[in-house]
């Protein structure tokens, strides 16, 4: 095989297999499966591997997971899905309500809320609950306040998608992962991975041999297949999300959705009315379009450290490589949004950045760039939503 040094590193003449010598001449540890990347896509890898019996290991380059999987809004977004997407967001429900029981994950069940405040929006509701009547409920404006706890301003209707699911993502990630420790997964953190070839994994901390290895580390597979990357379109997506308290007296159950959010999932965007509304947003809110903003919004659960403040977001903005640069008229925007819609001053608490992996070319990146070497990335912004039905069908198990 043909190779080059790269930053102490070989890649290999196809561009998509990172190759480094041994550190050391100790024996490598020897697994069934090796996961790169202890976000929720590599958890849910590890999670089905180890219930089929298989001795597994997770290499993280952090002291803790803290990419993608804890920026979140820890919506559980199911509904709102179409095509294999909406079968791995089915199929990671369940797994979720079995980690809910077997993990001692709180996961709440209040459905999803979506307020529409257009007519267009109305239209879209209106022909996606007529074409999937199950657990999916249009509502009038008082329905939609009384499911809320507050009544939006503007809300002319709405609708409720009663699949969705809320866990407190910041605090799920880590529970998850210890969850796994204790059915025998072992974690190797402050590993950071040199070099992937089929059956061995160079890190930091040692080689690691396996017979399968997967690399599910989000937005950052270019770093290891730049090749693969390529060829799946995959940029880097970058978002602002806002935490502020809620206003006095609210508790809002289920995650909230608005007009924009039905411009972000397949399940509306397929919609014959979806067109009429991105006519109008273009024409009446431009802004939200170059910001692409998903006005959307929960509530931290009660058990989170930040209990009740609301996580509002988010905007929408996309590149190879991210600039370090905010600009404040993506939060301005977001909350100005969100004083219209509660009719109120919010007090910000916290602000970050979400990064995750995009492509225009479909919301999966699943390669095998050698024999026994699998790459995964959810490149559509919903890993907690299918990762758990993801990672079944990528081990096809």
């Not at 009315?273 to 802004?287: G, N, T």
């Not at 640069?325 to 949004?337: M, N, P």
């Not at 919301?363 to 990335?377: C, F, Q, R, W």
Request: charged share 20%; aromatic share 6%.
């Amino acid at each position: 095989m043909t190779s080059a040094a790269l930053g102490g590193i070989r890649h290999s003449a196809s561009d998509s297999v990172a190759l480094v010598t041994a550190a050391s001449g100790d024996a490598p540890d020897r697994f069934d499966v090796a996961i790169v990347g202890a976000g929720i896509v590599g958890l849910a890898h590890a999670w089905h591997a180890v219930r089929a019996g298989l001795r597994v290991v997770v290499l993280e380059r952090d002291e803790f997971a803290v990419g993608a999987s804890i920026r979140n809004f820890g919506h559980i977004c199911t509904s709102a899905q179409s095509g294999l997407a909406y079968e791995y967001a089915l199929r990671a429900r369940e797994e979720w309500l079995t980690l809910a029981t077997d993990a001692g994950i709180p996961v709440s069940a209040p459905g999803t809320v979506i307020i529409a405040r257009r007519a267009e929006e109305l239209a879209v509701l209106e022909e996606f609950v007529g074409e999937r009547t199950d657990d999916n409920l249009l509502l009038t404006p008082t329905q939609v306040a009384e499911r809320l706890g507050f009544a939006p301003v503007g809300a002319i209707g709405g609708a409720w998608l009663g699949l969705d699911l809320r866990v407190d993502a910041p605090t799920a990630v880590p529970a998850f992962a210890a969850h796994l420790a204790r059915l025998g997964v072992e974690f190797r953190y402050r590993a950071h991975v040199l070099g992937v070839e089929t059956g061995r994994v160079v890190t930091t901390a040692g080689d690691v041999t396996a017979d399968r290895v997967t690399v599910a580390v989000g937005h950052d597979v270019d770093r290891f297949f730049p090749g693969e990357a390529e060829k799946h379109g995959v940029v880097r997506c970058r978002l602002r999300m806002i935490e502020a308290d809620a206003p006095a007296g609210v508790t809002i159950d289920p995650g909230v959705f608005t007009g924009t959010s039905l411009l972000r999932y397949d399940g509306f965007t397929q919609t014959k009315a979806a067109e009429a509304l991105r006519d109008a947003l273009a024409r009446e809110a431009p802004a939200l379009g170059e910001h692409g903003v998903n006005l959307m919004l929960t509530q931290r659960l009660p058990h989170s450290e930040a209990a009740g403040r609301l996580v509002l977001g988010d905007t929408h903005h996309y590149g190879l490589t991210e600039t370090p640069f905010e600009d404040e008229a993506s939060d301005e925007l977001l909350l100005a949004e969100f004083r219209d819609l509660f009719g109120t001053e919010l007090t910000v608490r916290r602000r970050w950045r979400g990064v995750y992996a995009s492509s225009p070319n479909g919301p999966y990146l699943v390669a095998h760039p050698a024999e026994g070497v699998t790459a995964v990335s959810v490149t559509s912004g919903i890993g907690m939503t299918t990762a758990l039905g993801l990672a079944a069908s990528v081990l096809d198990l």
